[in-house]
């Protein structure tokens, strides 16, 4: 790809994740960037990914995560801020604090140390979270946490992602993190419906998530 790293752990076994853990890679994704885009000035979108074991993608078992530094922002995140310049200019207001809002509003949405945690209401796929936040810091303590509630409910495999504003620029950083199934199971999580339909096909309770994510942020 454009500009790319690999952020390796130090921890080999790849089942310990902890706050320090994920904090540190959060800080070291952006330390790269920042030396990446003074290699490379035109380099300004970060993207930081976590494919966590096989199920979701990992070439290795090793606990790692990708950083990539581009020119222009992948589709995903463009078209996440183009639905929220959209929604400014219809309706005045910002699209993630209206989010934000809705899930509060039918309960699946709640504030840890300064981070917005919701239960999606339309997941791309089982066990969907969303973490909003305008601080990187505030990231990982939360992150740490939705991890934290995947292992108390049995997720194996997962898959995350962050959204940040352009280098240099102040905005919102948003994590997404979902399910992606048994390691042991031979049946893909993925077929023709999300392939060419557009259409996830979906069985966790995002009521029953936030019951979990509850318990363990606010005890």
């Not at 463009?78 to 200019?89: G, L, P």
């Not at 280098?167 to 979902?178: F, N």
Request: proline fraction near 6%; charge should be negative.
């Amino acid at each position: 790809d454009y500009l790319h790293a690999v952020i390796i752990a130090k921890e080999k076994n790849p089942s310990i994740i902890t706050e320090p853990q994920v904090a540190d890679m959060v800080s070291v994704a952006i330390r790269w960037c920042q030396e990446a885009h003074r290699a490379d000035p035109r380099a300004v979108y970060p993207f930081l990914v976590w494919n966590y074991l096989w199920r979701a993608g990992a070439s290795i078992v090793h606990n790692h995560a990708q950083i990539l530094l581009t020119h222009r922002p992948y589709a995903a995140p463009a078209r996440i801020e183009r639905v929220r310049e959209e929604y400014r200019c219809r309706y005045g207001s910002e699209y993630y604090d209206d989010l934000f809002s809705a899930h509060v509003a039918i309960g699946l949405g709640l504030v840890y140390r300064g981070a917005r945690i919701m239960a999606h209401l339309t997941p791309r796929k089982e066990h969907e979270v969303a973490i909003l936040t305008e601080s990187p810091h505030d990231l990982a303590p939360a992150l740490a946490k939705v991890l934290e509630c995947y292992r108390n409910i049995g997720v194996q495999s997962y898959n995350a992602a962050v959204y940040m504003p352009p280098l240099g620029e102040e905005g919102y950083y948003a994590a997404w993190v979902v399910d992606r199934g048994d390691l042991h199971s031979r049946t893909s999580d993925i077929g023709g419906m999300e392939l060419y339909a557009g259409t996830p096909v979906v069985t966790s309770d995002p009521f029953r998530l936030m019951e979990h994510l509850t318990a363990v942020m606010l005890p």
